[in-house]
Protein backbone atom coordinates (compact mmCIF):
# COMPACT_ATOMS: atom_id res chain seq x y z
CA UNK A 1 0.00 0.00 0.00
CA UNK A 2 1.50 3.32 -0.68
CA UNK A 3 2.15 6.48 1.61
CA UNK A 4 -0.91 8.10 -0.19
CA UNK A 5 -3.27 5.55 0.57
CA UNK A 6 -2.50 5.13 4.52
CA UNK A 7 -2.30 8.96 4.69
CA UNK A 8 -5.91 9.23 3.25
CA UNK A 9 -6.81 5.89 5.86
CA UNK A 10 -5.92 7.50 8.74
CA UNK A 11 -7.51 10.97 7.64
CA UNK A 12 -10.82 9.23 7.32
CA UNK A 13 -10.79 6.85 9.90
CA UNK A 14 -9.06 8.81 12.83
CA UNK A 15 -11.60 11.40 13.26
CA UNK A 16 -14.00 8.80 13.58
CA UNK A 17 -11.85 7.18 16.70
CA UNK A 18 -11.42 10.65 17.86
CA UNK A 19 -15.18 11.07 18.32
CA UNK A 20 -15.58 7.95 19.61
CA UNK A 21 -13.24 8.64 22.19
CA UNK A 22 -13.90 12.11 23.05
CA UNK A 23 -17.91 11.07 24.62
CA UNK A 24 -17.90 9.20 27.81
CA UNK A 25 -20.49 7.17 28.45
CA UNK A 26 -24.58 8.33 29.36
CA UNK A 27 -25.22 12.21 28.56
CA UNK A 28 -24.74 14.24 31.59
CA UNK A 29 -28.58 15.41 31.41
CA UNK A 30 -29.30 12.36 33.20
CA UNK A 31 -27.60 13.55 35.87
CA UNK A 32 -28.59 17.08 35.88
CA UNK A 33 -31.79 17.72 34.03
CA UNK A 34 -31.63 20.14 31.36
CA UNK A 35 -34.02 22.69 33.74
CA UNK A 36 -32.16 22.59 37.28
CA UNK A 37 -28.62 23.01 35.28
CA UNK A 38 -27.01 26.14 36.75
CA UNK A 39 -24.85 27.67 34.04
CA UNK A 40 -22.36 30.67 33.99
CA UNK A 41 -21.39 32.08 30.93
CA UNK A 42 -18.14 34.60 30.53
CA UNK A 43 -17.89 36.52 27.71
CA UNK A 44 -21.95 36.39 26.77
CA UNK A 45 -22.42 39.97 25.93
CA UNK A 46 -22.06 38.69 21.90
CA UNK A 47 -20.92 36.11 19.11
CA UNK A 48 -20.89 32.52 20.54
CA UNK A 49 -21.73 33.37 24.37
CA UNK A 50 -25.22 35.11 23.31
CA UNK A 51 -26.31 32.11 21.48
CA UNK A 52 -25.30 30.09 24.43
CA UNK A 53 -27.56 32.09 26.70
CA UNK A 54 -30.53 31.35 24.15
CA UNK A 55 -29.72 27.92 23.73
CA UNK A 56 -29.75 27.23 27.77
CA UNK A 57 -32.62 30.00 28.61
CA UNK A 58 -34.53 27.41 25.96
CA UNK A 59 -33.94 24.38 28.08
CA UNK A 60 -35.33 26.66 30.93
CA UNK A 61 -31.67 26.13 32.80
CA UNK A 62 -30.32 28.93 35.96
CA UNK A 63 -28.33 31.08 33.98
CA UNK A 64 -26.02 34.05 34.52
CA UNK A 65 -24.31 35.93 31.70
CA UNK A 66 -21.17 37.91 32.68
CA UNK A 67 -19.02 40.31 30.18
CA UNK A 68 -18.15 44.40 30.28
CA UNK A 69 -21.21 45.47 27.97
CA UNK A 70 -24.03 45.66 30.82
CA UNK A 71 -26.60 47.27 28.27
CA UNK A 72 -25.96 44.20 25.93
CA UNK A 73 -26.45 41.58 28.92
CA UNK A 74 -29.50 43.47 30.12
CA UNK A 75 -31.17 43.40 26.95
CA UNK A 76 -30.38 39.56 26.62
CA UNK A 77 -31.81 38.89 30.07
CA UNK A 78 -34.95 40.82 29.29
CA UNK A 79 -35.14 38.66 25.81
CA UNK A 80 -34.01 35.27 27.62
CA UNK A 81 -35.96 35.91 30.99
CA UNK A 82 -39.62 34.48 30.12
CA UNK A 83 -37.92 30.91 29.17
CA UNK A 84 -35.00 30.31 31.13
CA UNK A 85 -35.33 29.28 34.59
CA UNK A 86 -33.92 32.14 35.69
CA UNK A 87 -31.55 34.85 33.81
CA UNK A 88 -29.07 36.99 35.62
CA UNK A 89 -26.20 39.13 34.19
CA UNK A 90 -23.18 39.86 36.04
CA UNK A 91 -20.96 43.25 34.72
CA UNK A 92 -16.98 42.59 34.93
CA UNK A 93 -13.76 42.58 33.52
CA UNK A 94 -12.12 38.85 33.70
CA UNK A 95 -8.18 40.33 33.67
CA UNK A 96 -8.92 42.33 36.96
CA UNK A 97 -8.79 39.93 39.83
CA UNK A 98 -11.09 42.51 42.18
CA UNK A 99 -14.20 41.91 39.48
CA UNK A 100 -13.37 38.05 39.16
CA UNK A 101 -13.87 37.52 42.99
CA UNK A 102 -16.78 39.65 42.30
CA UNK A 103 -18.24 37.87 39.27
CA UNK A 104 -17.97 34.24 41.43
CA UNK A 105 -19.51 35.55 44.25
CA UNK A 106 -22.38 37.78 42.53
CA UNK A 107 -22.72 34.63 40.14
CA UNK A 108 -22.97 32.29 43.00
CA UNK A 109 -25.41 34.14 44.63
CA UNK A 110 -27.61 34.28 41.55
CA UNK A 111 -27.71 30.65 41.66
CA UNK A 112 -28.44 30.41 45.33
CA UNK A 113 -24.58 29.09 45.76
CA UNK A 114 -24.71 26.02 43.42
CA UNK A 115 -22.72 26.01 39.94
CA UNK A 116 -22.90 22.87 37.44
CA UNK A 117 -21.17 24.59 34.38
CA UNK A 118 -18.77 26.93 34.35
CA UNK A 119 -18.43 28.42 30.23
CA UNK A 120 -15.41 30.37 29.57
CA UNK A 121 -15.86 32.16 26.45
CA UNK A 122 -14.88 35.64 26.31
CA UNK A 123 -11.82 35.86 24.27
CA UNK A 124 -10.00 38.59 22.16
CA UNK A 125 -7.90 38.42 18.78
CA UNK A 126 -4.80 40.15 17.36
CA UNK A 127 -4.58 39.75 13.47
CA UNK A 128 -1.07 41.93 12.42
CA UNK A 129 1.74 40.68 10.76
CA UNK A 130 3.87 40.26 13.69
CA UNK A 131 6.80 42.26 11.79
CA UNK A 132 3.98 45.22 11.03
CA UNK A 133 3.24 45.49 14.70
CA UNK A 134 6.23 44.80 16.21
CA UNK A 135 7.85 47.90 13.63
CA UNK A 136 10.27 45.46 12.11
CA UNK A 137 9.13 46.37 8.37
CA UNK A 138 9.12 50.02 9.00
CA UNK A 139 12.79 49.80 10.99
CA UNK A 140 13.99 47.61 7.69
CA UNK A 141 12.29 50.32 4.90
CA UNK A 142 13.75 53.44 7.03
CA UNK A 143 16.92 52.03 6.52
CA UNK A 144 17.19 49.86 3.23
CA UNK A 145 18.19 47.20 5.53
CA UNK A 146 21.49 47.61 5.62
CA UNK A 147 24.01 46.47 8.22
CA UNK A 148 25.49 47.59 11.40
CA UNK A 149 28.92 48.83 10.87
CA UNK A 150 30.04 51.26 13.49
CA UNK A 151 31.71 51.49 17.29
CA UNK A 152 28.93 53.36 19.30
CA UNK A 153 25.77 51.98 20.49
CA UNK A 154 23.60 54.62 18.20
CA UNK A 155 25.09 53.19 15.03
CA UNK A 156 22.98 49.91 15.91
CA UNK A 157 19.55 51.44 16.84
CA UNK A 158 18.84 51.60 12.86
CA UNK A 159 18.74 47.37 12.92
CA UNK A 160 16.10 47.48 16.26
CA UNK A 161 12.40 47.37 15.65
CA UNK A 162 10.45 50.58 16.01
CA UNK A 163 7.27 48.94 17.67
CA UNK A 164 8.72 46.24 20.32
CA UNK A 165 6.62 47.82 23.10
CA UNK A 166 3.30 47.70 21.20
CA UNK A 167 3.90 44.01 20.42
CA UNK A 168 4.78 43.35 23.94
CA UNK A 169 1.71 45.29 24.93
CA UNK A 170 -0.44 43.25 22.49
CA UNK A 171 1.18 40.21 23.43
CA UNK A 172 0.51 40.84 27.31
CA UNK A 173 -3.10 41.86 26.93
CA UNK A 174 -4.45 38.75 24.85
CA UNK A 175 -2.58 36.52 27.24
CA UNK A 176 -4.04 38.59 30.24
CA UNK A 177 -8.28 37.63 28.58
CA UNK A 178 -7.12 34.50 27.07
CA UNK A 179 -5.26 32.38 29.29
CA UNK A 180 -4.64 34.41 32.57
CA UNK A 181 -8.49 35.32 32.82
CA UNK A 182 -9.66 31.97 32.33
CA UNK A 183 -6.78 30.11 34.61
CA UNK A 184 -8.09 32.78 37.55
CA UNK A 185 -11.78 32.18 36.58
CA UNK A 186 -11.13 28.73 36.91
CA UNK A 187 -9.97 28.60 40.52
CA UNK A 188 -12.51 30.73 41.86
CA UNK A 189 -15.42 28.47 40.27
CA UNK A 190 -13.60 25.34 41.15
CA UNK A 191 -14.55 24.76 44.48
CA UNK A 192 -18.13 25.38 44.02
CA UNK A 193 -17.95 23.40 41.18
CA UNK A 194 -16.68 20.56 42.98
CA UNK A 195 -18.58 20.96 45.97
CA UNK A 196 -21.80 21.91 44.65
CA UNK A 197 -22.34 19.82 41.41
CA UNK A 198 -23.11 16.36 40.77
CA UNK A 199 -21.55 16.45 37.45
CA UNK A 200 -19.78 19.90 37.39
CA UNK A 201 -18.19 21.21 33.74
CA UNK A 202 -15.52 23.99 33.10
CA UNK A 203 -15.76 24.29 29.72
CA UNK A 204 -13.34 26.40 27.50
CA UNK A 205 -13.79 27.62 24.14
CA UNK A 206 -10.16 27.72 22.73
CA UNK A 207 -10.06 27.79 18.97
CA UNK A 208 -7.96 26.18 15.90
CA UNK A 209 -5.63 28.44 16.91
CA UNK A 210 -4.54 26.45 20.25
CA UNK A 211 -3.96 23.63 17.45
CA UNK A 212 -2.33 24.58 14.61
CA UNK A 213 -0.33 27.95 13.75
CA UNK A 214 -1.51 30.47 11.14
CA UNK A 215 0.23 34.04 9.70
CA UNK A 216 -1.16 37.27 11.15
CA UNK A 217 -2.46 35.27 14.20
CA UNK A 218 0.72 34.65 15.96
CA UNK A 219 -0.15 36.37 19.33
CA UNK A 220 -4.18 35.11 19.34
CA UNK A 221 -2.04 31.34 18.67
CA UNK A 222 0.46 31.85 21.77
CA UNK A 223 -2.44 32.73 23.73
CA UNK A 224 -4.97 29.60 23.16
CA UNK A 225 -2.01 27.27 22.90
CA UNK A 226 -1.37 28.28 26.43
CA UNK A 227 -4.68 27.83 27.13
CA UNK A 228 -4.93 24.75 25.59
CA UNK A 229 -1.85 23.23 27.43
CA UNK A 230 -3.39 24.16 30.65
CA UNK A 231 -6.64 22.93 30.16
CA UNK A 232 -5.54 19.64 29.15
CA UNK A 233 -3.33 18.80 32.17
CA UNK A 234 -5.94 20.56 34.88
CA UNK A 235 -8.46 18.03 32.89
CA UNK A 236 -6.51 15.30 34.06
CA UNK A 237 -5.77 16.49 37.32
CA UNK A 238 -9.17 17.21 38.56
CA UNK A 239 -10.98 14.62 37.15
CA UNK A 240 -11.14 12.12 40.38
CA UNK A 241 -12.88 14.87 42.29
CA UNK A 242 -15.79 14.44 39.27
CA UNK A 243 -15.12 17.95 37.52
CA UNK A 244 -15.01 17.45 34.24
CA UNK A 245 -12.80 20.01 31.91
CA UNK A 246 -13.57 20.14 27.77
CA UNK A 247 -12.19 21.87 25.47
CA UNK A 248 -13.33 23.18 22.31
CA UNK A 249 -11.35 24.12 19.38
CA UNK A 250 -13.94 26.12 16.85
CA UNK A 251 -12.65 27.33 12.78
CA UNK A 252 -13.70 29.96 11.97
CA UNK A 253 -17.26 31.84 13.30
CA UNK A 254 -18.98 34.30 11.52
CA UNK A 255 -19.21 36.66 14.75
CA UNK A 256 -17.36 40.11 15.32
CA UNK A 257 -14.55 38.71 17.69
CA UNK A 258 -12.13 40.79 15.28
CA UNK A 259 -13.56 44.06 15.98
CA UNK A 260 -11.95 43.11 19.59
CA UNK A 261 -8.08 42.98 17.64
CA UNK A 262 -5.98 44.33 19.99
CA UNK A 263 -3.82 45.45 17.12
CA UNK A 264 -5.82 47.39 15.33
CA UNK A 265 -7.20 51.50 16.46
CA UNK A 266 -10.08 51.87 18.92
CA UNK A 267 -13.01 53.94 18.99
CA UNK A 268 -12.07 56.94 20.58
CA UNK A 269 -14.31 56.66 24.09
CA UNK A 270 -14.83 53.04 23.61
CA UNK A 271 -15.14 51.78 27.11
CA UNK A 272 -14.33 47.79 25.83
CA UNK A 273 -12.03 46.80 23.55
CA UNK A 274 -14.91 45.90 20.83
CA UNK A 275 -15.22 48.83 19.03
CA UNK A 276 -13.33 49.90 15.92
CA UNK A 277 -12.09 53.16 14.69
CA UNK A 278 -12.87 51.97 11.38
CA UNK A 279 -13.57 49.14 9.09
CA UNK A 280 -10.52 47.27 8.76
CA UNK A 281 -10.04 44.86 6.08
CA UNK A 282 -7.98 41.99 8.01
CA UNK A 283 -6.48 38.50 6.71
CA UNK A 284 -7.81 35.53 6.64
CA UNK A 285 -11.04 34.52 4.74
CA UNK A 286 -14.61 33.77 6.72
CA UNK A 287 -15.93 32.10 3.79
CA UNK A 288 -17.34 29.28 4.82
CA UNK A 289 -17.67 30.04 8.76
CA UNK A 290 -20.05 28.09 10.88
CA UNK A 291 -22.46 30.14 12.26
CA UNK A 292 -22.30 31.21 16.36
CA UNK A 293 -25.55 29.28 17.04
CA UNK A 294 -24.03 26.00 15.41
CA UNK A 295 -20.69 26.85 16.80
CA UNK A 296 -22.76 27.19 20.57
CA UNK A 297 -24.71 24.34 19.74
CA UNK A 298 -21.94 21.87 19.65
CA UNK A 299 -20.62 23.63 22.90
CA UNK A 300 -23.68 22.71 24.54
CA UNK A 301 -23.60 19.24 23.05
CA UNK A 302 -20.12 18.67 24.35
CA UNK A 303 -20.77 19.54 27.55
CA UNK A 304 -23.91 17.37 27.39
CA UNK A 305 -21.53 14.31 26.50
CA UNK A 306 -18.65 16.03 28.87
CA UNK A 307 -16.25 15.13 26.08
CA UNK A 308 -12.65 16.70 27.07
CA UNK A 309 -12.08 17.48 22.95
CA UNK A 310 -14.96 19.12 20.81
CA UNK A 311 -13.29 20.04 17.24
CA UNK A 312 -15.80 22.21 14.65
CA UNK A 313 -16.60 21.87 12.20
CA UNK A 314 -15.85 18.25 11.58
CA UNK A 315 -13.26 18.36 9.08
CA UNK A 316 -10.33 20.42 11.24
CA UNK A 317 -10.32 17.18 12.49
CA UNK A 318 -9.12 15.81 9.62
CA UNK A 319 -6.15 18.91 9.66
CA UNK A 320 -5.00 17.31 12.77
CA UNK A 321 -4.64 13.89 11.66
CA UNK A 322 -2.91 15.63 8.39
CA UNK A 323 -0.40 17.98 10.70
CA UNK A 324 0.73 14.53 11.49
CA UNK A 325 1.45 12.88 8.40
CA UNK A 326 1.68 15.99 6.34
CA UNK A 327 2.98 19.55 8.30
CA UNK A 328 4.11 20.84 5.29
CA UNK A 329 0.52 20.50 3.70
CA UNK A 330 -1.27 22.30 6.78
CA UNK A 331 1.01 24.90 6.64
CA UNK A 332 0.21 25.32 2.69
CA UNK A 333 -3.78 25.13 3.75
CA UNK A 334 -2.81 27.83 6.51
CA UNK A 335 -0.96 29.99 4.31
CA UNK A 336 -3.36 29.96 1.51
CA UNK A 337 -6.10 30.91 4.04
CA UNK A 338 -4.31 33.91 5.49
CA UNK A 339 -2.69 35.12 1.83
CA UNK A 340 0.74 34.06 2.71
CA UNK A 341 1.70 32.05 -0.60
N1 LIG B 1 -15.17 34.03 15.89
C1 LIG B 1 -14.31 33.09 15.56
O1 LIG B 1 -13.96 32.90 14.37
C2 LIG B 1 -13.77 32.18 16.64
C3 LIG B 1 -13.12 31.00 16.24
C4 LIG B 1 -12.59 30.17 17.21
C5 LIG B 1 -12.69 30.51 18.55
N2 LIG B 1 -13.30 31.66 18.93
C6 LIG B 1 -13.36 32.00 20.35
O2 LIG B 1 -14.70 32.11 20.74
C7 LIG B 1 -14.78 32.96 21.90
C8 LIG B 1 -15.93 33.94 21.71
O3 LIG B 1 -15.63 34.80 20.63
P1 LIG B 1 -16.72 35.37 19.60
O4 LIG B 1 -16.31 34.94 18.25
O5 LIG B 1 -18.08 35.06 20.08
O6 LIG B 1 -16.39 36.94 19.68
P2 LIG B 1 -17.12 38.17 20.41
O7 LIG B 1 -18.49 38.33 19.89
O8 LIG B 1 -16.16 39.31 20.29
O9 LIG B 1 -17.22 37.69 21.94
C9 LIG B 1 -16.19 37.87 22.86
C10 LIG B 1 -16.80 37.95 24.24
O10 LIG B 1 -15.73 38.07 25.18
C11 LIG B 1 -16.07 39.10 26.09
N3 LIG B 1 -14.85 39.69 26.64
C12 LIG B 1 -13.75 40.11 25.98
N4 LIG B 1 -12.87 40.65 26.83
C13 LIG B 1 -13.43 40.57 28.07
C14 LIG B 1 -13.02 40.97 29.36
N5 LIG B 1 -11.83 41.57 29.58
N6 LIG B 1 -13.85 40.72 30.41
C15 LIG B 1 -15.05 40.13 30.21
N7 LIG B 1 -15.49 39.72 29.02
C16 LIG B 1 -14.70 39.95 27.96
C17 LIG B 1 -16.85 40.10 25.24
O11 LIG B 1 -17.70 40.89 26.06
P3 LIG B 1 -17.45 42.44 26.41
O12 LIG B 1 -16.73 43.08 25.28
O13 LIG B 1 -18.85 42.95 26.61
O14 LIG B 1 -16.68 42.42 27.68
C18 LIG B 1 -17.70 39.15 24.41
O15 LIG B 1 -18.85 38.78 25.13
C19 LIG B 1 -13.39 33.62 22.03
O16 LIG B 1 -12.67 33.00 23.05
C20 LIG B 1 -12.74 33.34 20.69
O17 LIG B 1 -11.33 33.28 20.79
C21 LIG B 1 -13.87 32.50 18.00
New binding site residues.
Given amino acids: MSTTAIALGVAIAAPLLLRLAGSKGPARTATIPQAEERVVI??????????LARIYAGRHAHVVL?????E??QQLVQELTPTAGSMHAVQ?????PE?VRRITVESLKALNGKIDTLI??????SVLPFEELAGIDSAKAATGGSDANGTSDSDYCHLLPTNADKALEASTRIM???YH?PLNLTSHFLPALTRTSAAGNII???????KVGAPTRSI?CA??HAAQGFFEALGMEVERTGVHVGI?????????????AVDLPKAEGSS???TLAAPVKVAGT?KG??T?KA?AEGIVRGSDLRQHEVIMPWFYKVSLVLQMVSPSLVRWLAKKKYGYL
Fill in positions: IGASSGIGSEVARRMLLGDVTLDICAGIINVNAVVSSMAGYSKVSPGTVATDLRQSTSSKAMAC
